[in-house]
C-alpha cells in the first residue's frame, strides 16, 4: 500500500509541467558551456538546457493550441509550417529580458516574448 502511495505522488508529480529555469541560471551556464568551447559537447549542463528550451516550446505550443482551440487570442501566430530556432534566437530571447529581471523571468516567458515580437498574431 505504502509503495503504491509513492508511486502515484511520483506519477502525480510527472505530469505536471516542469518548472522553467530563471534566465539568469540559463545565461550562466550557457556562458559556461561557450567558454568550454567543442568540449560543451561532453557537459551534462548542455542537455539540460536542451531539454528545458525544448519542454519551453511543447508548453507553449500547447498553451497557443488551448488559446485557439478555446476561440481566445494567442500570444503568437507562427508560420504553418512551424519555425526554425537557432542558438543565436534562442541567446537572443535570453538576452533581451533585462539584467534586473532575469533571476525573477523564467524561460518560457523569455521564449513567449520573443515569440510575440516575432510573430505577431
Known sequence: MR???????ALLGAATPAAAMPVSAFLAKADTLQKKGAM????????????????????????????????????????????????KDIMDAMQAVPASS????????????YMARRFPC
Not at 3 to 9: A, D, K, S
Not at 102 to 113: E, H
Open 3 to 9: 509503495i503504491g502511495m509513492i508511486v502515484g505522488v
Open 40 to 87: 560543451a559537447v561532453f557537459s551534462s549542463d548542455l542537455k539540460l538546457l536542451m531539454n528545458v528550451v525544448k519542454q519551453d516550446f511543447a508548453q507553449l505550443r500547447a498553451e497557443r493550441l488551448a488559446a485557439k482551440a478555446a476561440q481566445r487570442p494567442a500570444a503568437f501566430c507562427p508560420p504553418e509550417g512551424g519555425v526554425k530556432m537557432t542558438n
Open 102 to 113: 532575469r533571476p525573477s523571468t523564467d524561460t518560457r516567458d523569455a521564449l513567449r516574448s
